[in-house]
């Protein structure tokens, strides 16, 4: 009979390298785990998830940054001690820029659309000069999305400048040139901006958000009576809704990574950055609060902001507010199809092209293009 006592050791050394090797697997994944959850909230501008975002959104925006030249169209940057942040925002002055805008499909060699640009067109003089400025009639806050900046919204703030607001585009904490370490999807954002509306003494003003502006756009409705006139484009729900759908989007690489560690870091990130994120990332909550209409804009095929959330949120607060659906349209497309989307917009703020040009004289008469 054969001994086998001397494979003792081995079974013993193999048992011993199993739990070894399960030990550092639940190390690394425990490690893993915290990286998400700290990629999850980390300021994008300081993010590699928000660094790789900014990256893939560059191509749209390419022709934003020349508008910065404009005369009227002004940089700044304030501190907000009730915050301990510093705001960088762009202040567009109400004026006739003869500004107007064209939305098209950019198709590939290969016959693919594969990217949407907005086009402008200046209108001929004498638009866009100093005798055609006016002082503002009112006040509009642009509010941009997750990972995007100020320049984002450029387009926007100068159409609507020319119906007389003058409009407000602040970097978002931890967004573009503004500072703080943590995003909260909500809460903390809409504070930052009541607060510079404080230092700005502005009175009333209303506000357009996209994504996790929009979220904060509601916070501040919820508690600001200043706000007039609230739109909101394809709000977030809440990090715990918002990150699954997130994920999704490419590039693949963090698609991976964030979905198979999302709900580990779920529960690692108010530790992280001292936020509750179940109030701060809550977008029903304070949409109850809000007694004014607010206009709701979604795309059709949009996974992260979709039919159910905006349809929850219209039915919140107050009966007269608006739902508005926009077929063929993804979450990251809403904004770029500004010519698809301005009309509704602009229908709720109250503008129309006659009260337009009724600010100016009549040398200069704002033309839209036949889409």
Same mark, same amino acid.
């Given at each position: 009979?054969? !001994?086998?006592?001397?494979?003792?050791?081995?079974? &013993?050394?193999?048992?011993?390298?199993?739990?070894?090797? =399960?030990?550092?697997? %639940?190390? %690394?994944?425990?490690?893993?785990?915290?990286?998400?959850?700290?990629?999850?909230?980390?300021?994008? !501008?300081?993010?590699? $998830?928000? @660094?790789?975002?900014?990256?893939?959104?560059?191509? @749209?925006?390419?022709?934003?940054?020349?508008?910065?030249?404009?005369?009227?169209?002004?940089?700044?940057?304030?501190?907000?001690?009730?915050?301990?942040?510093?705001?960088?925002?762009?202040? $567009?002055?109400?004026?006739?820029?003869?500004?107007?805008?064209?939305?098209?499909?950019?198709?590939?060699?290969?016959?693919?659309?594969?990217?949407?640009?907005?086009?402008?067109?200046?209108?001929?003089?004498?638009?866009?000069?100093?005798?055609?400025?006016?002082?503002?009639?009112?006040?509009?806050?642009?509010?941009?999305?997750?990972?995007?900046?100020? #320049?984002? =919204?450029?387009? @926007?703030?100068?159409?609507? &400048?020319?119906? *007389?607001?003058?409009? /407000?585009?602040?970097?978002?904490?931890?967004?573009?040139?503004?500072? *703080?370490?943590?995003? &909260?999807?909500?809460?903390?954002?809409?504070?930052?901006?009541?607060?510079?509306?404080?230092?700005?003494?502005?009175?009333?003003?209303?506000?357009?958000?996209?994504?996790?502006?929009?979220?904060?756009?509601?916070?501040?409705?919820?508690?600001?009576?200043?706000? !007039?006139? =609230?739109?909101? $484009?394809?709000?977030?729900?809440?990090?715990?809704?918002? $990150?699954?759908?997130?994920?999704?989007?490419?590039?693949?690489?963090?698609?991976?990574?964030?979905?198979?560690?999302?709900?580990?870091?779920?529960?690692?990130? #108010?530790?992280?950055?001292?936020?509750?994120?179940?109030?701060?990332?809550?977008?029903?909550?304070?949409?109850?609060?809000?007694?004014?209409?607010?206009?709701?804009?979604?795309?059709? /095929?949009? #996974?992260?902001?979709?039919?159910?959330? +905006?349809?929850?949120?219209?039915?919140?607060?107050?009966?007269?507010?608006?739902?508005?659906?926009?077929?063929?349209?993804?979450?990251?497309?809403?904004?770029?199809?500004?010519?698809?989307?301005?009309?509704?917009?602009?229908?709720?703020?109250?503008?129309?092209?006659? +009260?337009?040009?009724?600010?100016? !004289?009549?040398?200069?008469?704002?033309?839209?293009?036949?889409?």
């Amino acid at each position: 009979m054969k !001994n086998f006592t001397k494979s003792k050791p081995a079974v &013993s050394r193999l048992s011993m390298l199993l739990v070894l090797t =399960l030990l550092i697997l %639940l190390t %690394l994944s425990s490690c893993m785990s915290h990286l998400i959850a700290d990629q999850m909230v980390r300021a994008p !501008n300081k993010s590699l $998830i928000g @660094y790789e975002l900014s990256r893939q959104f560059s191509p @749209y925006n390419s022709g934003h940054d020349g508008l910065l030249s404009i005369d009227g169209v002004k940089q700044k940057s304030i501190h907000l001690p009730s915050r301990g942040i510093d705001v960088s925002f762009i202040e $567009i002055e109400p004026n006739n820029y003869g500004f107007d805008y064209l939305t098209k499909p950019v198709i590939h060699e290969s016959g693919k659309i594969w990217r949407i640009a907005t086009h402008w067109k200046w209108l001929e003089a004498p638009c866009n000069n100093s005798s055609q400025k006016l002082l503002p009639q009112k006040t509009l806050v642009l509010l941009h999305g997750w990972g995007r900046n100020k #320049n984002s =919204l450029l387009n @926007y703030g100068l159409a609507l &400048s020319q119906h *007389g607001y003058k409009v /407000i585009i602040p970097d978002l904490r931890g967004h573009g040139n503004s500072t *703080g370490n943590w995003v &909260s999807f909500g809460a903390e954002e809409g504070q930052d901006v009541s607060a510079l509306m404080d230092l700005l003494k502005i009175e009333t003003f209303d506000i357009l958000g996209f994504s996790l502006g929009a979220s904060a756009g509601l916070h501040i409705a919820s508690v600001d009576d200043r706000v !007039n006139h =609230l739109v909101v $484009i394809a709000p977030m729900h809440s990090l715990e809704q918002t $990150i699954p759908k997130f994920a999704k989007q490419p590039p693949k690489w963090i698609s991976d990574l964030v979905l198979h560690y999302q709900y580990k870091a779920l529960k690692l990130v #108010n530790n992280i950055s001292g936020y509750t994120y179940e109030v701060t990332s809550d977008a029903v909550s304070p949409a109850q609060l809000i007694t004014k209409p607010v206009l709701f804009i979604y795309g059709g /095929i949009d #996974n992260m902001s979709n039919y159910e959330l +905006n349809y929850l949120l219209f039915k919140q607060g107050s009966t007269k507010n608006k739902l508005k659906k926009f077929e063929g349209l993804r979450h990251t497309h809403l904004l770029l199809h500004q010519s698809a989307i301005m009309p509704t917009i602009n229908q709720w703020l109250g503008l129309t092209d006659s +009260n337009r040009s009724n600010l100016f !004289n009549n040398d200069c008469i704002y033309k839209s293009f036949n889409y």
